[in-house]
């Protein structure tokens, strides 16, 4: 039965549930990068993140590659890392030495790539409701591009930039019909979502057309982002296709753009139920395969590519460390349950409470030898649908105390982590080498009351 499958023990590999450096050492503590979780729990408390530099250099190095292998022939391509998916200035700066750009979706994402050092120029800004604020600083830094998601934006954009006596490079965010999640992809003539210009209404030719009046606008770019936790490469092709396309239409139209970015939404395997992702590569040539076709049925330029991966490259990178406080079992309609509590929760895991994401979990202070029993792991938070993992077999011999390691927590845990019931947000531990070192400190209750002023 499913629900007490145990987690897979860590094997060392990039397909695994666990960060390649992950393993459990003779006496059955997990280590990652030759740092102990009892270590990192007694050195920096519980609940902690904690990220395997060399794990998330690793698979931002094979996007890279793979990307730069595939465009070798066509006019090259650059990657943007997703910051949204979880960002910190050392986060920023690893990425950066794996020749890596970023994208950003608010000032504080901005400014957090920029704290780094990160030049302007390898930053991109994205959003459907910028501030003035955020342009202002966009241009100021002299940004990659800025990514336009609607008509009053290009007015806005052209007035700020005009205003600084500057002009603004532009990508049109479109909404091609193709939507991605899991392993398939819908092709809709219909636009019901918030994000960019539509392609079938003819808003985004309208925008592009705007773009091009504009003296204080250059249209650098098409940009289009499908979906998120994808699993199959065939989504990215036909949306490359239907990209490519409208850049076709605008080169008729006498419109030249030399870059088009392909977005993100690569998944990752959370657990066991989900098949291993597709290698960098092999998306990678499904995007180069339509650019060539592109080219050939055209006679156009190549244009530059990119894109945008955020959970592939940070996900599998971090667990989060929790203790194990209160167990309880319980009966119910479909046989006894286990809910064993954690110190953390919905405030530093928000994607089971949020959409029912699934996760794994195992003991990391000891390799417990009792049997799988059906289990659920809850957080301490005010909220039944406070959960951190919905099932997972854990040892019968799991005792308060324990550690409990929840694996592929990188992506959109930290970074949507709220400050629920007013507990402080864990820290994240970077570990390299043997060594356990601090990114983002653990927030305290003091941090908290700082903002209190009333
Ligand atoms: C969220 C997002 C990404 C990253 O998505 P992942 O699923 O983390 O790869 C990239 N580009 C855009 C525009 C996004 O909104």
Known sequence: MREITPAPEPTG??????????????????EVAGVGVRDIAAKFGTPSYVLDEDDMRQRARAWKSAMDDAFANLAGAEVFYA????????????????????DTASEGELRTALAAGVPGNRIGL?????????????????????????????????????????????????????????????QTAHEDQKFG?????????????????????????????IGSQILSTEGFGEAAKAVLAVRQWAAGQGIDIPEVDLGGGYGVRYTEADAPAPPPAEFAEVLACAVREHVA????????????????????????????????????????????????????????????????????SRAPEGEPVRSRVV??????GDIVVHAVGLPTDTVAGDLLAVPVTGAYGRSMGSNYNMISRPGVVA?????????????TIDDQLALDVG
Not at 207 to 225: D, E, F, N, Q
Not at 312 to 323: E, F, K, N, Q
Not at 431 to 443: F, H, Q, T
């Open 13 to 30: 590999d990039v397909q695994g549930i666990w960060s390649v450096n992950t393993r459990r050492t003779d006496s059955g503590e997990l």
């Open 83 to 102: 910051g949204k998916a979880f960002l910190s200035k050392a986060v920023s700066r690893w990425m950066s030495e794996e020749g890596l750009n970023i």
């Open 126 to 186: 994205h959003g459907n409701n910028k501030s003035v604020t955020e342009i202002e600083l966009a241009l100021d830094e002299g940004i990659a591009h800025i990514v336009i998601d609607s008509l009053p934006e290009v007015e806005q954009v052209a007035a700020l930039a005009a205003a600084r006596g500057v002009c603004a490079p532009v990508y049109v965010r479109l909404t091609t019909g193709v939507h991605a999640g899991g392993h398939d992809f819908i």
């Open 197 to 225: 210009l539509s392609v079938n209404s003819g808003a985004a030719q309208d925008a592009m057309k705007a773009i091009a009046s504009h003296s204080s606008l250059k249209l650098l770019g098409l940009h289009s982002h």
């Open 297 to 364: 049925e055209t006679g156009l330029p190549a244009p530059l590519i990119s894109i945008e991966p955020g959970r592939s490259i940070v996900a599998p990178a971090m667990l989060t460390l929790y203790r194990v406080g209160t167990i309880k079992d319980v009966h119910t309609d479909t046989g006894p349950r286990r809910y064993m509590s954690v110190d953390g929760g919905m405030s530093d895991n928000l994607r089971p409470a949020l959409y029912g994401a699934q996760y794994t979990a195992a003991v990391a």
């Open 379 to 384: 957080g301490k938070h005010c909220e039944s």
């Open 431 to 443: 570990v390299r080498d043997g060594r356990a070192y601090e990114i983002l400190r653990r927030e």
